[in-house]
């Protein structure tokens, strides 16, 4: 049987369990006290690598930038790296034959599970879902095919996985597998050398503004005719939010007409201040964002990345990625939504329904769609971090931001009268 952690909830009725101007995670969950005040809740508090905590944290000192000479020789190119990180290859794919239960064809929990069938690893550290739900996130360390095909499905809420990591000192195990955030990531290419492993192989999921279980539930409350029938829901590449319930139906919301006076302080402050939302640390990464509707976003960063993508290829069809739009065009106008109060009132809803049709026939599409949401996530996080821990930046805030970011810098020092370095 796979071991697992006991779920862990404090049920909201009232609305969010903070708010946002609360720099804790979870304010009533005594388990935490003791952590830093940004805290995504990975787990490695809950192991024996407790210790290491603040040499591994993100929160505590990014380090990206010495990460990546470790990995690759290198830091990050002009170009593509500054938004994507340093990648071999990227592809448009997806599974010749689709998991039903997955939240887009499943390729990660296949490869998971390819992996044990080929006996390259003894067990693949990963999510799945509390008894009882769909979405809360239930660390597990499976030890079968089956195990892993059976964690298939998105559960976007914050996940203590790396407190397995003492089952697998005590279960001997010597090649693991483990599929997470970046949060997490960091942390266990942070200690990689101290975990004393045969083989690593880290799949990377993106990640970007997760939440504790009681705030996903508000979240869907608020969002959904009727969220008790959700299966899985993405924040899509067609400026909505698309949310598939039992029946088959697909709910979809525009991004504009988001509740965002109800939805004020339901994300954790960590999530508003991590800056690798595409999992750049991992050997390969599977998403979504830069590909087409329908196909997964793939990039091979290392040259075992590379040999986990082959290991799946057999079994996928290759699609095309594409690029269109000018990303440029919005940032001024998203620059000045910044410098607005939270949950300022929504535009009456015939200019919502028009902004919502031109983002659709308009707006960037493929990779120029992930560039544009990386760097309004890199600008939202750079601010809220100034705004709320601004003698943080130094540490949590990585090198490659403001590269990346250079090109808004003077909208930036207008809106906001300050210097985006």
Not at 175 to 202: K, M
Not at 273 to 290: A, E, K, R
Not at 304 to 309: C, K, P, T, V
Not at 312 to 325: H, T
């Amino acid at each position: 049987m796979p071991t697992s952690f006991p779920p862990s909830t404090s049920i909201s009725e009232d609305g969010p369990s903070k708010g946002l101007d609360q720099i804790s995670l979870l304010s009533s969950d005594d388990r935490l006290k003791g952590r830093p005040r940004l805290c995504s809740d990975c787990g490695l508090c809950d192991s024996q690598f407790q210790p290491q905590m603040a040499q591994a944290c993100v929160f505590v000192r990014n380090q990206t930038e010495a990460i990546e000479q470790r990995l690759h020789g290198r830091n990050r190119q002009v170009g593509d790296e500054q938004q994507f990180g340093i990648f071999r290859a990227q592809y448009a794919a997806r599974m010749q034959r689709p998991n039903p239960k997955a939240q887009w064809s499943g390729m990660v929990t296949a490869l998971g599970a390819r992996l044990l069938e080929r006996g390259l690893v003894d067990a693949v550290m990963t999510t799945g879902a509390a008894s009882g739900t769909r979405f809360q996130a239930q660390p597990i360390l499976a030890r079968t095919p089956a195990e892993v095909l059976a964690t298939a499905g998105n559960k976007p809420s914050l996940s203590p996985t790396l407190g397995l990591l003492d089952q697998v000192r005590e279960q001997g195990i010597k090649r693991l597998a483990f599929i997470g955030t970046s949060c997490q990531v960091h942390a266990l290419r942070a200690i990689e050398a101290e975990l004393n492993l045969d083989r690593l192989d880290v799949i990377g999921i993106p990640c970007s503004d997760n939440v504790n279980y009681s705030d996903l539930t508000y979240f869907l409350e608020q969002v959904s005719r009727s969220p008790s029938t959700i299966v899985h829901y993405e924040f899509m590449q067609d400026f909505r939010l698309w949310m598939r319930h039992e029946n088959g139906k697909i709910e979809k919301l525009n991004f504009i007409d988001f509740p965002m006076d109800k939805l004020h302080g339901i994300f954790p402050s960590a999530c508003l201040s991590c800056f690798d939302y595409v999992n750049s640390l991992s050997d390969l990464t599977i998403g979504y964002m830069g590909a087409e509707l329908g196909w997964q976003w793939v990039l091979a960063r290392t040259e075992r990345g590379a040999e986990l993508f082959e290991l799946l290829r057999p079994n996928l069809e290759i699609g095309e990625l594409i690029s269109r739009g000018d990303r440029s065009k919005g940032m001024p106008h998203f620059i000045q939504r910044l410098a607005q109060p939270p949950g300022a009132k929504r535009p009456p809803y015939l200019v919502r329904q028009l902004v919502a049709l031109l983002q659709r026939r308009k707006g960037s599409q493929g990779l120029e769609f992930a560039r544009a949401v990386i760097e309004m996530k890199l600008l939202r996080n750079l601010n809220y971090v100034r705004s709320k821990f601004a003698r943080f930046e130094q540490r949590v805030v990585p090198y490659h931001v403001y590269d990346t970011l250079k090109p808004y810098a003077e909208q930036y020092q207008a809106v906001f009268e300050r210097p985006l370095n």
